[in-house]
């Protein structure tokens, strides 16, 4: 029998103080509102739990003038997941509100890219601009998961269960990968930061944080090709998520991608 699963976008927190000419390389003349929310997400089928990206804490969300409104195994536990138990996360790439509190997870295995790591501990973070959404204490913390046994490395594409396969994608970081899942309504890709907003990919104006505009460009072909319509593909900050799809009855701060959009 062909595996589908269930796929959660669980919101841990948001920026609500900025506008729209923050999420796109080429300001937007009609500046406006336009606040960004922080997730990570869930996917549950065939008796495996994946969760992807592990979130920021409180102490970096103070720092970075981030609100934190609920910790992210805090909102794993409302859907039923036990952050303790987990043994698959898969890190879509190292920036500080997608791999921190890798801590919370002490009995899984990680999925990186091999790309994400080397760019982490090498040259490129002598920028300051490409430094910027890392943090060096995330960055330890998966060198020595590395050095327990606990990663595991994927250089482009790979089927890490039957229906579940992660993407390289270029541009935004050294190696983000995107998350492609089989559900009842067809292939649901989790983009992650390939694109922010729909209104990214949509328009083809990405997010300022580039490290090579062309990759990144060419990224929203792949995901679009990868995801099986427009509303399969699940931008990593777009509050919008939230408003789409149908909401967890644990909590409104959950929604399940799985099903159909409703508005
Ligand atoms: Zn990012
Ligand atoms: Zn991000």
Redesign the pocket.
């Given at each position: 029998m062909t595996t589908t699963y269930e796929v959660l976008a669980l919101r841990y927190g948001s920026h609500a103080d900025r506008t729209a000419r923050q999420n796109f390389i080429i300001a937007d003349p009609h500046d406006a509102p336009m606040p960004l929310d922080?997730f990570v997400w869930a996917i549950r089928g065939g008796g495996r739990t994946f969760v992807v990206d592990t979130g920021f804490s409180h102490a970096l969300a103070a720092r970075r003038g981030r609100k934190l409104d609920t910790m992210p195994d805090e909102m794993l536990a409302r859907a039923g997941i036990v952050a303790g138990e987990v043994e698959d996360v898969i890190v879509t790439h190292l920036?500080y509100?997608?791999a921190g509190n890798l801590g919370m997870f002490p009995k899984a295995r990680f999925h990186v890219q091999d790309a994400e790591m080397a760019f982490c501990t090498g040259r490129c973070m002598c920028h300051p601009y490409i430094k910027l959404?890392m943090e060096a204490d995330h960055v330890v913390d998966a060198v020595r998961l590395l050095y327990d046994g606990r990663l595991a490395f994927h250089d482009g594409d790979a089927e890490i269960a039957p229906g579940v396969s992660l993407h390289l994608i270029g541009g935004h970081a050294g190696g983000l990968q995107v998350v492609r899942v089989r559900t009842d309504r067809g292939y649901v890709v989790l983009a992650?930061?390939a694109t922010?907003f729909w209104a990214n990919i949509r328009t083809g104006m990405p997010f300022p944080l580039v490290v090579d505009v062309v990759k990144l460009l060419e990224g929203y072909r792949k995901v679009e090709a990868l995801a099986d319509g427009p509303d399969h593909v699940i931008p990593?900050?777009d509050p919008l998520v939230r408003t789409r799809f149908p909401s967890h009855p644990a909590s409104a701060e959950i929604v399940r991608l799985d099903l159909d959009p409703i508005a």
């Open positions: 922080y920036h509100d997608h959404p992650s930061d922010h990593g900050h």
